[in-house]
């Protein structure tokens, strides 16, 4: 890592290597070549779905952004509203990845044409600007004048601008470090040099206002730029472009995470640490780590994936976790493993790969249809709940562009080495590695998790000394690990922390073998209460319940074509896991005979109906609803627990049942998908829970396609006093509000009918619904919007 010396205004530290020795470093993607297993094959599916999209499509938004006439129409849901343009930079970096993995020449030609159609787009700009933003050049003129109407998800009326920006630069960058492609270089340079130029007269205050809006990891990528030029300046404006609102608070190791939206944070905390690692800031690193350690720790379900509809939930309360169908988000498990990598390259220490396994088997390669191919966004934690996939020619969600992605970079931390002096083994993926400073070729084969054992077969061009060290994971008991060398135990030591490394002269036709035995655990929610998972391993197993039932399971370009919105099946129907003791659940588990990691769980389960249904790896499941968390009672407990989710999840159930449509206010998905406009607002978190209040005005667009909707139910708190404001309706006064002073501190619903006038007709499919305060009065807050039958 380059040592950037930074400018007078900043604190010049070394780079420091956080603990250890010598530099650890990952390989190249083009150095670990895959072999036949199921990372192998999904790399194979998502290689179709990359080459069947059509890059003319792709490429419309930038050409359309600079008045180039498009070769081919835009593609359409993400991509035509108002996001345009962000698919195409993930698709830069799923091809330079896709290309180093594999060495595809069509899939490098694929990207040269990209990159060469792009570069004409730039020139075309005449400033070094690059970005598919509709309407973008007349915006970023604003923004460098100094006009700033920013909030979660918008900057002056548009989607998240800066976040759909910063996938073309990370794919410019990846395309020239992953890929070797020096024009992307030049380019990203002109597009960083761009961005200096327009915030360049902004002041420090007006930059952090403008990041209150969605930005990607601007940050990251503004050091990457930095340490690919040695510039000194790009590291200035990484720092800059660092929102001080979520840093400050974790360098002061604080958690205040709850309700903010995920996948927004996890990329500024990646970026937090690569601006500590290219100018040396100890303290940023530690905020970073702080992160990771909180997210992972407290907030993170046993697939290794986080938050409830993209949002963190309380670390306290899973509750959320288990009723929503909108469970951890794949965008969000995408990022956290770019900030593991980081972590344990700074660091060494395996919890990271142990988190970064546990994720990669479990929620990111479950996240791709294994057969035809498609990616998922949501994965839902609600029990005999079920996922949808995205199809490649209609669906363009941020989790399409990460899982484009995804699984092309399966190689990227199998290994890893010190200089030439030592090797070391982090995953039990059948792989083969090009060690070529070193001369030395190692395969590794095995059958994991399917075989309990790895081998490790090495070809060197002439013998030589160094250290080869295999993870010790912590699903293995201490003791447990054996290694072999051609057939005789080995003489190891664990002289780096979290390996057992074997020092020795090795020749050509050595063979370690590696014992991995594995146990199963009955794992519960990180609030502690009476839900379980099973984990053989780093393995999460789960049950397929049933097929039925599941309608937009294959995506159409619909708006929420991403979330399965079938029938949501009462969580007190679900199987009960009835034993005395958590030792009982484990031993209550029993293989199948003949097939592999395959167990029934029958004399646990209460409900007859259930008792023959199979546990089996969760990323072999597709196309069903499933079980990953089962809850737990005593025999004498039973009847009370199944009486209590039963109550809990009727309302739910009845509630939903009566909604027509619904938004979340203050979250950002559900207000963009509901054509949030507003003037003069504000959206926050109070007692765990979103809202949007206003001096101004904040309107939704609810459907209503069938005229079902007969009220409007709205939700607020009582401790909001002495506010007045109208609700309107398609423009129409629906109600005059005064905050009602007699419901305490609590929660609480109005209904409001809906005049007859707006019962039938066109007009009524869809209902502007408008929150407007009086004048030198609020509006809200509002914590919850529904259109009831």
């Known amino acids: 890592m380059k040592h950037i010396l930074l400018s007078a205004a900043l604190v010049a530290l070394p780079v420091l290597s956080f603990g250890q020795q010598a530099k650890l470093e990952s390989f190249p993607l083009s150095s670990v070549t895959l072999l036949e297993s199921p990372f192998q094959k999904a790399q194979q599916t998502d290689r179709a779905y990359i080459m069947a999209l059509d890059p003319d499509r792709l490429l419309a938004p930038f050409q359309l952004a600079v008045g180039i006439t498009p070769k081919a129409e835009r593609y359409g849901n993400w991509e035509n509203t108002g996001l345009d343009g962000h698919i195409g930079g993930h698709y830069l970096s799923a091809l330079a990845l896709m290309y180093a993995a594999t060495g595809d020449q069509e899939v490098q030609r694929r990207l040269s044409y990209m990159i060469d159609e792009l570069e004409v787009c730039q020139q075309k700009s005449g400033n070094g600007y690059l970005g598919g933003v509709p309407g973008g050049p007349d915006m970023w003129r604003q923004v460098k004048a100094g006009k700033i109407e920013a909030n979660g998800f918008g900057l002056n009326q548009k989607w998240v601008p800066w976040y759909n920006l910063h996938k073309t630069y990370a794919g410019l960058r990846d395309a020239y470090l992953l890929a070797g492609n020096t024009k992307a270089k030049s380019m990203l340079i002109k597009l960083t040099d761009w961005c200096l130029d327009l915030t360049a007269n902004l002041t420090d205050a007006q930059i952090q206002d403008m990041l209150r809006a969605e930005h990607g990891g601007l940050n990251e990528v503004f050091a990457d730029v930095a340490d690919i030029t040695g510039d000194a300046k790009y590291l200035k404006l990484a720092q800059r472009f660092s929102q001080q609102t979520l840093l400050q608070p974790l360098l002061q190791g604080k958690d205040q995470l709850n309700g903010m939206h995920a996948n927004t944070q996890i990329p500024k905390v990646i970026g937090y640490e690569r601006v500590a690692k290219v100018g040396g800031n100890p303290a940023w690193h530690k905020a970073a780590d702080f992160f990771w350690q909180t997210v992972v720790e407290h907030r993170t379900v046993s697939i290794g994936g986080n938050s409830v509809s993209e949002h963190f939930q309380p670390a306290t309360d899973f509750t959320s976790m288990l009723e929503s169908k909108e469970g951890p988000e794949t965008c969000n498990t995408y990022n956290m493993l770019k900030l ?443 914590f919850d919007v529904r259109l009831l039958k």
Not at 683 to 699: C, K, N, P
Request: aromatic share 10%; proline share 6%; charged share 20%.
């Open 340 to 782: 593991s990598k980081e972590l344990y390259l700074a660091s060494g220490a395996t919890k990271y790969l142990d988190y970064y396994e546990r994720a990669t088997y479990n929620h990111i390669l479950s996240s791709q249809h294994p057969g035809q191919g498609g990616f998922v966004y949501f994965t839902s934690m609600r029990p005999r709940h079920y996922r949808v996939y995205s199809e490649p020619q209609e669906s363009f969600w941020c989790c399409v562009g990460s899982g484009l992605e995804n699984h092309g970079k399966y190689g990227e931390l199998v290994y890893a080495h010190r200089g030439t002096e030592q090797l070391l083994v982090n995953l039990f993926m059948p792989s083969r590695l090009e060690w070529q400073q070193a001369g030395v070729t190692l395969t590794q084969n095995t059958r994991f998790p399917f075989a309990e054992s790895t081998e490790l077969a090495l070809k060197l061009k002439k013998s030589r000394k160094f250290a080869l060290s295999v993870r010790q994971p912590a699903w293995v008991p201490a003791g447990q690990l054996q290694v072999l060398v051609n057939g005789q135990p080995a003489v190891s030591s664990t002289t780096t922390p979290g390996y057992t490394t074997i020092e020795r002269k090795w020749k050509s036709g050595d063979v370690v073998t590696v014992a991995l035995p594995m146990h199963t655990e009955a794992e519960y929610l990180p609030d502690h209460s009476p839900w379980v998972s099973f984990v053989h391993g780093p393995i999460v197993l789960a049950a397929a319940t049933d097929t039925a039932d599941q309608p937009g399971l294959r995506a159409n370009g619909s708006r929420m074509g991403h979330v399965a919105n079938g029938r949501l099946y009462p969580i007190d129907d679900a199987p009960v896991l009835v034993s005395r003791q958590e030792a009982d659940l484990v031993s209550g588990l029993r293989p199948v005979a003949g097939e592999p990691l395959t167990f029934t769980a029958a004399g646990l389960i209460d409900n007859a109906t259930y008792r023959n249904i199979k546990l089996q790896p969760f990323y072999q499941l597709h196309d069903t609803r499933y079980m990953v968390y089962w809850p737990v009672a005593t025999p004498e407990g039973l009847e009370a627990r199944k009486a209590a989710i039963r109550q809990r999840d009727a309302e739910k159930l009845a509630l939903d049942a009566r909604t027509v449509d619904r938004v979340a206010p203050g979250e950002q998905q559900p207000e963009s998908d509901h054509g949030f406009a507003s003037e003069r607002t504000e959206a926050g978190v109070f007692q765990d829970r979103h809202y949007r209040h206003a001096t101004g005005w904040f309107s939704y667009n609810l459907r209503n396609p069938k005229a079902e909707a007969r009220a409007l139910r709205v939700t607020y708190f009582g401790g909001d006093r002495g506010r007045t404001f109208s609700i309107f309706i398609n423009g129409q006064l629906l109600q005059k509000v005064t905050s009602d002073t007699s419901k305490g501190s609590s929660f609480f619903d109005v209904e409001y009918p809906l005049p007859q006038a707006l019962r039938s007709g066109p007009a009524s499919r869809t209902l502007t619904v408008k929150f407007a305060a009086e004048p030198g009065s609020t509006a809200g807050g509002v």
